[in-house]
């Protein structure tokens, strides 16, 4: 880790070198996730009440796990409704270019850098009709664990929460703080839906807890639900989930 910490500085030090970086990494980032993104085969199991939102033209805060975003790719008929908060780091950069090329829009800001300037941008894509990813667990975990920014958003911009949940049969787990999952070429992958969840814009600190403790039941509920899908074992007892046809 030492030697690849003093690398990344060093190339940051040369400007042309750092580029060569971000286009190198860009270019297989961005030509990897057509090759295997084509190739799944997606499982969409959704809520009556979730189904309905989705088929609408009114546009929703998508919650998702930060590892399992791969699930983005397919979560809507087309990528152009959805715009993805991204950060203001260098490696930011790079996934903003890949997101852009793959269609999405994105906004850019996190916690540490333009947060304000995020969620601005992230409100006029709102208004505009688009769906806003949000990682609940992001930016730095711990993962699953549901932050109050995106309580906070839904108050702020009247769109309500769909839950979702991705997973795929077969992938490689790898390293980090999320856990990411990178699922392996034409594998399976289902996708769950919840209801939408509404959040008014005059509430307390109690009962913005209340709702944050709300969706992390849901999505931890929809996560083993998910997880368990392809060995067998699973049983869609929450909130009126259908069984897949």
């Known amino acids: 880790m030492g030697s690849k910490f003093r690398l990344r500085h060093v190339m940051a030090k040369f400007p042309v070198l750092d580029r060569f970086r971000t286009n190198l990494l860009t270019f297989i980032c ?15 199991i959704a809520t009556p009440r979730a189904t309905q939102y989705l088929d609408s033209d009114k546009p929703a805060l998508l919650a998702v796990h930060h590892g399992r975003m791969v699930g983005l790719l397919d979560a809507l008929n ?4 959805m715009t ?3 950060s203001k780091s260098r490696d930011g ?3 903003a270019r890949i997101v852009t090329a793959l269609g999405f829009s994105v906004a850019r800001g996190s916690p540490g850098r333009g947060a304000i300037e995020g969620t ?14 949000v990682t609940v667990d992001g930016p730095r975990g711990p993962i699953y664990e549901v932050k109050s920014g995106i309580i906070r958003l839904a108050q702020i ?4 929460i769909l839950p979702f949940v991705a997973r795929s049969k077969m992938n490689f787990w790898m390293w980090g703080w999320d856990n990411f999952m990178a699922p392996l070429w034409a594998t399976p ?3 769950i839906y919840d209801d939408p969840i509404y959040v008014p814009q005059e509430l307390t600190d109690e009962e913005a807890e209340k709702l944050r403790l709300q969706l992390q039941t849901r999505m931890e509920c929809m996560r083993l639900q998910a997880d368990s899908y392809f060995q067998g074992g699973m049983r869609l007892t929450s909130a009126a989930l259908p069984s897949p046809q």
């Open 120 to 133: 601005r941008q992230l409100l006029r894509a709102g208004r505009q009709g688009k769906y806003l990813a």
């Open 189 to 191: 992958m289902i996708y």
């Open 157 to 160: 911009s009247g769109m309500p």
């Open 30 to 44: 961005h030509n990897g996730t057509i090759f295997f993104g084509s190739s799944y085969r997606i499982i969409k």
């Open 84 to 86: 993805i908060l991204i």
């Open 78 to 81: 087309e990528r152009k409704r």
């Open 93 to 95: 950069e790079m996934i």
